[in-house]
Structures are given as C-alpha cells and as structure tokens.
C-alpha cells in the first residue's frame, strides 16, 4: 500500500476521512465532503444529519485511540474551498511538549494556539517526541474501529 492510500481511513461517495499528510501528530484527521459543498449550509438535511454522524463517529475513535482528552473540530475552508474539517486530538503529551515550548504550563489551555503550534512542530518530516503512538498504526487502528467489515 502506498503512503496516501495508508492515511485513507473511510472513503464513500459521501466523504473521504483521511490522516493529515502535512502534519505527524498522532490521529489528526481531515474529513471532507464530496458532495461540492462549501459550507454546513449548503447541505440537505439528511447531508447535514449524515456529516454529524460522521464527525461523532471519527471524533469518537480519536479518542479511544489516541486518548485525546479534546478532539478539536475545525472548518475553515479558505485554501481549500471544498467543505473539510480538522479533527485535531489534543492528548496529555502534546499538551505537555506545547506548554514545555512555550512556557505555558498552570495556565489556562488556549486551544488554537496549541493547533496552530503543532501543526508547525510536528509538520510533516519533523520527529514527534519518543513514545508516540506511530501514525500507520493509529490508521489502522482507526480503519477497524469506523469500518470494521
């Protein structure tokens, strides 16, 4: 199996749920919508009430996987129009490496300031901390938990 095709966690005529490629953080996740939407409102009802499900589901998995305390769900849709979200798990160690680097310890958590540093730290080629789950393994992991036939 090539690199793209082992980040490829679900794929149907809805959506594609893929692990991010540009950044090595453990069970980031992109979710994106084939349908030719570029916003939540621009879907159907049963779209819409689709997506949730879906959202849950993988978000749902991060967490078992990974043991994200948050999984962070973001839609920007600017570079990439297309309707996508991030599904960013924010764990105890990422947590950890973020307030070591940035002196930020006792503080309260500043969740788009530890996304956007990570997704810097740890962007594709740069080495995550030891004991790390590996990223071909949480994929996998993910495949059996979303589509176990």
Not at 47 to 62: K, P, V, Y
Not at 98 to 126: C, H, I, K, M, S
Request: hydrophobic share 50%.
């Amino acid at each position: 199996m090539d690199r793209a095709a082992a980040l490829v966690i679900l794929k149907s005529e809805f959506a594609t749920l893929e692990h991010a490629d540009f950044c090595g953080v453990p069970g980031y996740l992109v979710l994106r919508v084939r349908t030719g939407a570029e916003s939540f409102g621009d879907l159907s009802t049963p779209g819409a009430a689709r997506l949730g499900g879906l959202l849950a589901s993988a978000a749902a998995a991060i967490e078992t996987t990974v043991k994200a305390e948050r999984v962070y769900c973001l839609s920007f849709c600017e570079v990439e129009r297309g309707l996508h979200f991030h599904l960013f798990p924010r764990t105890a160690a990422l947590l950890a490496a973020y307030q070591e680097a940035t002196g930020t310890a006792g503080l309260p958590v500043d969740g788009p300031a530890v996304f956007a540093w990570a997704r810097e730290a740890f962007a594709a080629g740069n080495p995550l901390p030891a004991g790390w789950p590996k990223v071909a393994d949480v994929c996998e992991a993910l495949r059996e938990m979303l589509d176990p036939a």
